[in-house]
């Protein structure tokens, strides 16, 4: 009953088979190995985009610090929701990699509407050379609270940021888990509607550490490299994150994965509403905050259940009290962890 | 006859089996695996020193930049051979990671001697708060042209740095290997002699890409979580990285690799003398350049050995024109490999 | 009827004796000029405070941007109002020379009140490694509305402030103004109510162009140096901020300058209402936000007044549409000027 | 007797009496002020370049620091003289503001050959993403040696950055100096010999504080603007800076008390070697290094003379060791107080 998040999991068989492949014999460092050539073309079919360039990193908060700073200024601000991983989990790192940028909170919730990216935009550069000029607009799929934007609703953000001239930069942590939920091609998820850079992960769907950067655009490549390797992120056995792409995305077990996850949350959302729990986000993927009174929670918690209490303390008088829990359910889950955790409702 | 790099060859197989072993079932995340709690205890073991903060990291220009970070300051500049990994290798990371510090290249090669030292030393800041301030002072062991320093020297290094107030770091990619070549124990190279951070290596010495960052001073702790997240390095599933140090210091295989590579490099040295090469640098561990005619390389060439041409070009009229390459031998390489090498001369 | 910034006006007469006089024979450079020892002095005094570490740079933003770096770390924020100088008018400088700080916009207008502050603390670092971490509190006085925070809203702040082991900046662009407002002294507007460090403006309040950085912990004083040095804000020829300064402090001409600014909103502000327009907030100093109708705009505009819409635009169809101005006295306004002004309406 | 630096002398009377008239009434902030724009087109008249870019700043540091920041990229490394003052005098701020580029010292002295700097730029980039990549060449014209580069000399070097694609920057700290020397015009030791950007010095020639950056690629206009915003280096009250500017121009004063000033040096020269003083740079412009027994320099120091005591100590048993000077001479120097200067050999 492992549902405290999705990097908690192990890694797919699949990925650590291509892994323990690429450790024989030699392969030329730094990118250059030959796993690496064929993760490109592979990336680029998934997305359908012949001439993305495609590089690998080892974590998220890299994927997306890099790709900010190649598209924003230091004298920039990237507007993201104000629960945007960016903000909220990387201790600065965006604000780091761009040397200083802002990073302007478009009021809402994790999901941003258009009328609210609408207005933080016109508000930001009204004062000339004073202000922090517009950058970036950064979207987060699946979102930190477990919504999946529609296909209509990216179009509506990215035709807004288009109006302006910015780019749109599309944190995909959970790029797996958005795409099998509104049963969609990765190239209908982002270039298609307007998407410049992604950052395409791994790592919590069944990889050990690996992310992809696709820019769609392939003249940020060189500077994608130079920042790359000044961040400190070019691998120089780069092999071992090639290896992990490519086992990762044959036979599509990515999909397969982010389907398992999604079902056993949807499992899960059921389950847990049918016992009387409320849903405080609408759970489009493999993500769940839900509430239920504090005796289920100390319940599961002694049974050896592992989440993180959202909101309120495990510890307390009242029973009865309502305690939110964060439930993140990874490819591993079965459906009968689902129901054991549910058996203690 | 793999010489290129010791980032070409395999993880040794011990390393394999404790990342696959550490796949099964669910851990917590960023570095509060189980395994890390071992790591940390096993290496405050090797190097002899309880007190010490310990940290993975994937690249070696990680661990470098984010210990130097954490000892100096951006108008500090650091003092490092022009050779340096750090100052030739890591298109400005140290700068980045720093916001901007400087780095003073103690003029010589690889290895800095005490009196180009202080007299570098002595220039800086001698211009009140319009240059540069002095920072950290960082050894890199093995050199990047395959020399060790012995005990004293390294000494001799921090004695200087000590009376300027200025902490020493190691870049220890190689530790391994110099660590076998002085027959020291890791104390020894390190906080005995003066040394206050270290960039413990294992990348190169059989892992897939971990090195450990060992602050013998543990009030740098905190400030090193942080600028290690901030920068991006911050593993959410951090058990591979712990899994992988596991492995290497587990019955010293570290140690028996990076012997098994050092001699392997003294059968070459050796059998190159033999043959009429010419030693550019005396071969302390597992790095060799040597100048040979051209005819030699192309033959090598032809017969599939790969190793980096150090100067000079492979194509070319003159077959007797000496040409230098940079021979580097991992663990993996076998007396076998090393003879069929020298086989063709 | 200037009346669009305290900077458009002259500086003082006094002032400019000052720097004429400087500019007799000679002077050495970088601060060491003697004026500067009378002007440190003359601060210290001021501000009761013998052992502060003062400073001279040319721009607010270099103070407030030197300030806070100071006091903050790169993997920090700064908590402020969200429409404060350093956010809204200082094109990411804080971020620039904090090296990537973030600022946390406490919820609410121009004075941010202790249980906003508290909530926003609170939230912040509430994700250990992954958040920012708490960084300095600056507040604005007079705030950026033109309102003036009493001795007693000060302590509430810091006392939050130190209760969470945070730094206090008090951005004093505007300190005499608000000095005269509370008739205090300038230490119980500062160390005697819990502020660190102070940006004690001049440029605004009749002087050409000049702020003045005080610590009362001196331990900062040679970081400051090394940094304004370093942003290229350590003048060469010192002597003329120096003199600025001694012209400003010179018999309390700026008390003087700042009572009649304040005199001539008071002024103003009570002709405001008078006429019927109304206040957006309470004019407490020099700075006056009001609205009245599109057809008085315009007439004003037709005589030559200058000053900001705040809202709204001056060309338009319904002459009794409400238009917001922003309407700022510096010390050169004349009864008489206040008067024509309001003949306007 | 004051021959320390051309920053302890006064302004010129010019200077300052714009300066006083530009206090006169109310002018428009942040570079808006009418006189800027008559400075813009004389500058660009001086130039001979009708679409350059100008801008004002308070110091050198600053103009060098932000024209350079926008021609390079903190992966690259910028091209300089081991005693250029970016490199020896600014506390690491071209650093600073490129968000942590290198600089690469080209062997040699405070004068680039075109060889050693060819040499240099062949080396760096020469290991593909790993080292810092190439950036701007920057050229510092009058040297910190006092040396004053011909423009064929200028050519010689542009031309070799231009067939790398590198763009070039001229430190003109003491441009006028130069330009008398040379007799050439602003345009012939600029753009015309290559040059794409220009610190175009008035502080250290009779200005109290005020540099021009002037781009002869107006493209780069905005970004600079940006740039000193966000370095806090844009005066509110910027009619001061431009007054400066205008006071200097006027009736081409500059040119005079360069030549002035040069004279002077000219003078100081041919009596120091009459006095059996030795030359240690060949004294182009206004200074000059020369070295003499202490026992004079005890002397001149009894007398009241100023100046840096360049090598040696003043304290000392041997008073006909020889101890070398810099001296510099500004504008406000007569003859006289030259030979008052030479009366003490």
Redesign the interface.
Known sequence: M?L??D?????HPQV?EH??AA????????GADPIMERVRDRVRDVFEAPDAAVYL??????AN??ALACYG?????VFCSPVAHIH??????P?????????T?VPGSDRMTPDALRSSIETEES?G?????RGPVSITQVTERGGVYTLDEISALTDIAKHYGLPVHLDGARFANAMVALECSAAEMTWKRGVDVVSFGG??NGC??VEAVVFFDPDKAWEF???R?????????HR?LSAQMEGYLKNDIWLDMARQSNARAAQLSAGLVEKGAHLLHAPDANMIFASFPRRIHQRLHDAGA?YYIWSGNLEGDDPDALLAARLVCDWSLSEEHIAEFLSHF
């Open positions: 492992y405290a998040s990097n908690t999991g192990p890694a650590m892994v323990l450790n024989e014999g030699y392969a030329m460092p730094y990193v080892a974590t998220g908060t890299a610090a890099l200024q230091p004298w920039q601000t909220e989990d990387e201790c600065n790192a604000e780091f990699y761009s040397a200083g940028s802002k990073l909170l004062r050379v004073h202000g922090p000029q790592t919590k050990m550490g490299e130079l920042r390797k000044r961040g400190a992120h070019l691998f120089s056995k071992f592992k």
